[in-house]
């Protein structure tokens, strides 16, 4: 081995020229494999979902939650009276102070719940104690929303009606 190179019969230059070459090759490969490892990650967590609504709620549309409350404010047989256990006066009438607090903007994905029927479902809750599942098929909103609504729309009722509450 003539001048300390590592290669037989070959200069001390050629030796540092190879590893070189050999340092760049193994860090492209490396490159390459680390790219198509994470695009196979990546493929792999973009994978088609789910739908996030289920079946039931998919046609839930603002004339749906529109028609839900006429319907039953127009029968004369006082079916809304017994659907949220209070006259329709009475229900406009705290629809009218509470709206305001907890109505709610819709989004570019979806409608919001429109504030009736928020106060609907909440009285609803309050006068018949139906669990989050059985409302969930009434209104057609998932349990975990109806979960949401109901405190806020309580708290709003609270400080809206806290004047009239009359505690002993």
């Known amino acids: 081995m003539a001048h300390g190179s590592l290669l037989p019969g ?20 490396y490159k390459y494999y680390r790219s198509v490892y994470r695009h196979k990650v990546i493929k792999k967590k973009w994978r088609k979902r789910r739908w ?3 079946t ?14 006429g319907d039953l404010v127009a029968e004369p047989s006082g079916e809304f009276d017994n659907f949220v256990r209070m006259s329709s006066s009475d229900f406009e009438y705290i629809f009218q102070k509470v709206s305001p607090i907890i109505a709610k903007k819709d989004t570019y ?16 809750f309050l006068a018949t104690g139906d669990s989050y599942r059985s409302l969930h098929y009434h209104f057609k909103i998932s349990s975990t929303l109806i979960s949401r609504i109901i405190p806020e ?3 709003a009722l609270n400080q809206v009606l806290k004047d009239m509450i009359k505690v002993s």
């Open 52 to 54: 996030w609504m289920l």
């Open 109 to 124: 994905w979806r409608e919001a719940i429109p504030p009736k029927i928020r106060l609907a479902l909440t009285l609803r």
């Open 56 to 69: 039931i709620h998919r046609n839930r549309t603002r004339q749906f939650m529109d028609n839900l409350l």
């Open 153 to 155: 729309v309580c708290l």
């Open 10 to 29: 070959k200069p001390l230059a050629m030796d540092v020229e190879v590893i070189t070459a050999a340092a760049i090759y193994l860090y492209t490969v």
